[in-house]
Nanobody, 122 residues
Framework: VQLQASGGGLVQAGGSLSLSCAASGRTFSGSVMGWFRQAPGKEREFVAAISRSGGSTNYADSVKGRFTISRGNAKNTVYLRMNSLKPEDTAVYYC????????????????WGQGTKVTVSS
């Protein structure tokens, strides 16, 4: 699976942004998908994950209620809708594909996109 993330940019605090991750390969619908982020000087952290069917999702506490992960298996795309953005959401956001349950551990994910940068100004 090859992953291409897009949709990052500069937004003011309180604003919204939508990220997309397009996957190539025939195994997308069979993959758990996740979003992670890495802020400057910090380790990469879990943001959200979604099961193969889209029926189960998992969020980091810091984004719960503000971010929504979804997927369109017909389009081989996973999305991250980000509302009420805060300066601390500033990071490079990565999408990832893996097997098993939609978990938080990076070791679940075998394939990673190149990242898209999100900057939230105060």
């Amino acid at each position: 699976v090859q992953l291409q993330a897009s949709g990052g940019g500069l937004v003011q605090a309180g604003g919204s942004l939508s990220l997309s991750c397009a996957a190539s390969g025939r195994t997308f619908s069979g993959s758990v998908m996740g979003w992670f982020r890495q802020a400057p000087g910090k380790e990469r952290e879990f943001v959200a994950a979604i099961s193969r069917s889209g029926g189960s999702t998992n969020y980091a506490d810091s984004v719960k209620g503000r971010f929504t992960i979804s997927r369109g298996n017909a389009k081989n795309t996973v999305y991250l809708r980000m509302n009420s953005l805060k300066p601390e959401d500033t990071a490079v956001y990565y999408c990832a594909a893996g097997a098993g349950l939609p978990g938080r551990l990076q070791t679940i994910y075998d394939y990673w996109g190149q990242g898209t940068k999100v900057t939230v100004s105060s």
